[in-house]
């Protein structure tokens, strides 16, 4: 069974499974999922708690004994496991899917992860262990599930946002869940009415929204030229460097580049598939591939080499606004003659 994070509380009311697989890249979902899952097992008797953090050289056997132990002789147990940042290797995939077997009535077993890729959602521990649990997708909802998110949390703290105050709650807090559930927590104490508008939340709130590159990137695969201004702005007044940029993007340029020459011979979702383009970031790449030719980008690329010259030789020279040059050239639709 999969769930998104913000249905999880729903689901918990309904049933208790034997294992919870918590994987993504929003520590505010991660913890909050955590959190209401050691609440429901402690409603249900699993009063014991066990954590351990993953690494090479952990003892896999002090897991085993918690599986061991029976309700008649100790606590009903509540483990949870924390999976390295590098990821699942073999060792540690040998012992989670042994650990699979292992499991029973009196035992929860919580897996916490960043986010999976596609080979470990087809591994056979992960399969082992969500077929008989429940996976629960904690990733960053993007811009436009974004609203959505903040009318859930507005309704769960009585606040009445209209259309204009929901956009503008998303738009500052995005990439910042913790700083919008904080923001949300303020609104609610200092009107208890709870209707907001954009007075109020001027009145109230400052911007809390935090870009990084790969904001920047997806702005640009989607053509959306106010929005990428709008990060650049900001990375900018964070000090961002732009060799990080131009790294980042001319690593997108260079596969659009290839790609395009494929399609000349092979339909999109051929070109996908050798790519390995993600079913998500299909849109956002076929956006791009639509509205851009093989000159253009070429011409995008000559554009990069530039800025990366004059920000390697001319210290006294900002880059800045080259950057901003390729950024509002590579959002420009396709002329058709």
């Not at 690494?55 to 085993?64: E, I, P, Q, R, T």
């Not at 911007?207 to 904001?215: G, I, L, Q, V």
């Amino acid at each position: 069974m999969r769930v998104f994070a913000d249905r999880l509380g729903e689901q918990l009311t309904k049933q208790l499974h034997p294992n919870y697989l918590i994987f993504g890249s929003e520590p505010l979902l991660l913890q909050e999922s955590r959190q209401a899952i050691q609440q429901a097992a402690l409603a249900q008797g699993f009063e014991e708690r066990h954590r351990f953090a993953i690494d090479a050289s952990f003892d896999w056997n002090v897991v085993y004994d918690c599986c061991q132990a029976m309700s008649l002789f100790s606590a009903r147990q509540l483990i949870e496991l924390e999976l390295p940042e590098s990821g699942v290797n073999a060792a540690i995939a040998k012992e989670l899917l042994a650990l699979s077997g292992m499991l029973h009535s009196d035992v929860i077993l919580v897996v916490i992860g960043s986010k999976l890729t596609k080979a470990q959602e087809n591994a056979k521990w992960f399969k082992a262990l969500a077929s008989q649990g429940c996976w629960v997708n904690c990733l960053s909802p993007d811009i436009q599930r974004l609203p959505q998110f903040v009318q859930t949390r507005c309704r769960a703290l009585n606040l009445k946002p209209d259309p204009e105050a929901v956009q503008m709650l998303a738009q500052w807090h995005e990439g910042n869940l913790f700083a919008l559930v904080q923001s949300l927590e303020k609104l609610a104490l200092l009107y208890p009415d709870g209707e907001l508008n954009l007075i109020r939340l001027e009145e109230s709130l400052s911007r809390h929204n935090h870009f990084t590159a790969f904001h920047w990137i997806d702005a640009l695969l989607a053509g959306k030229a106010n929005r990428s201004q709008r990060i650049m702005r900001q990375l900018e007044a964070e000090g961002v460097e732009v060799v990080i940029l131009a790294r980042t993007v001319q690593k997108e340029l260079s596969q659009l580049l290839a790609m395009l020459q494929m399609m000349q011979t092979e339909p999109m979702n051929r070109v996908f598939e050798a790519y390995r383009v993600w079913q998500s970031k299909r849109p956002l790449y076929s956006a791009a591939l639509s509205r851009l030719s093989i000159s253009k980008v070429s011409q995008l690329l000559q554009l990069l080499a530039k800025i990366e010259i004059l920000t390697k030789t001319q210290y006294d020279q900002s880059s800045w606004p080259l950057l901003h040059q390729l950024s509002a050239q590579m959002c420009l639709p396709q002329v058709k003659l």
